[in-house]
């Protein structure tokens, strides 16, 4: 039987998605860097609309958003450890911060790739 002091499994699943939604709270708020993105993401689903892309061209949209927001949530948090594990500056943390941030780098240069393959030609033809 359940004492009062400890959550039911299903209390617990329910932290665990508020916890979650905490994280893009702060993501949000306190990341300039990921709110450009969101922006970002935010466009080419108005385009994907407006365009009136087929399923396989929202498919890569999608995933495309989602490999975005997912490497910067890593670097974000990345970077946190860091700093709370090394507050003043040192070369190897600088070198893991450089890396987790080039992986935000290229999925967004792989973004604008996808992009440009599937709205260009979309916008050149009504120009």
Not at 95 to 121: G, N, T
């Amino acid at each position: 039987m359940l004492q009062n002091n400890k959550k039911s499994a299903f209390g617990k699943r329910v932290d665990s998605f508020k916890y979650a939604f905490d994280g893009l709270l702060h993501l949000i708020r306190d990341e300039p860097n990921a709110r450009i993105h969101f922006v970002a993401s935010i466009i080419a689903i108005i385009c994907g609309w407006y365009f009136n892309i087929n399923k396989s061209e929202w498919l890569a949209v999608i995933l495309c958003i989602g490999i975005v927001l997912l490497t910067e949530i890593i670097n974000t948090a990345i970077e946190n450890i860091c700093d709370y594990i090394s507050p003043i500056q040192h070369h190897k943390i600088k070198i893991i911060k450089d890396l987790a941030a080039a992986a935000v780098l290229i999925s967004a240069i792989m973004s604008v790739v996808v992009a440009s393959c599937i709205f260009l030609p979309k916008l050149l033809a009504i120009l």
